[in-house]
């Protein structure tokens, strides 16, 4: 089945520095490829997600990168603000279920 | 659109007892629906896949006789946590998903915290 590895598994910036948060995965069938941020006790939000025939989306200050050959993908945060504070997690869809990988505790510095 | 909701927010049972959460699409039908636990600090680990009408296939190591699933309708699916053990407390988060919306796409319930005494 997949298997998704996500690092770091926390990750400290400053106010205004960007955020990288890589994640890697086995299936190379997987074609779907979300990341969720997660508020402490809060439920996933979807915040940006690529599929397998796109290399790369931007929305604002969120960018996805995406290798198939490679079988990683990444997020990246520009200009990161205290807000964006958060565990963030990837997932790889397999079938229709979502496999994640093991978080990112972001904490962006004021 | 695509809202997801759960209930109870949080409920604490005491060992032996079962527990019920229910899981609901408001605004579209949800085809799929699967449900997550996660502990303190960890990541979302998938329970098992429901589709409506149908059994729920369980992933590896979960059991099937310890956490009922029901899919009952295109709006809501439940999980019975039966003869709950402390072991049992965690997080339980459901998602939907609709063939209405972009395909694999799931949309999250905000969770049912279970505290098992």
């Known amino acids: 089945g997949e298997n998704v590895e996500q690092h770091p598994s926390t990750l400290s910036v400053q106010e205004g520095d960007s955020a990288v948060i890589k994640c890697t995965y086995s299936?190379?069938?997987?074609?779907?490829f979300p990341w969720y941020k997660q508020e402490l006790g809060k439920r996933p939000q979807l915040i940006i997600d690529i599929r397998s025939n796109v290399g790369e989306k931007k929305d604002q200050r969120i960018a996805v990168t995406l290798n198939k050959t490679a079988k990683h993908f990444s997020l990246h945060i520009t200009e990161t603000q205290p807000e964006d504070s958060a565990v963030y997690f990837c997932a790889a869809s397999e079938g229709g279920k979502l496999i994640f990988g093991q978080g990112t505790e972001l904490s962006v510095k004021p | 659109g695509a809202v997801v909701s759960q209930h109870p927010s949080w409920v604490i049972c005491k060992s032996g007892t079962s527990v019920k959460i229910e899981c609901r699409s408001l605004d579209f039908q949800a085809t799929t629906m699967f449900w997550y636990r996660q502990f303190p600090k960890q990541s979302l680990m998938l329970m098992a896949t429901s589709n409506e009408g149908s059994k729920a296939t369980y992933e590896q190591g979960v059991e099937k006789d310890k956490f009922l699933i029901n899919h009952a309708s295109l709006t809501l699916s439940t999980l019975t946590v039966t003869s709950a053990h402390p072991e049992d407390s965690s997080f339980y988060i459901c998602s939907a998903r609709s063939d209405s919306y972009p395909t694999d796409t799931q949309y999250f319930g905000p969770g049912t915290r279970l505290t098992v005494l």
């Open positions: 299936d190379s069938a997987s074609n779907y």
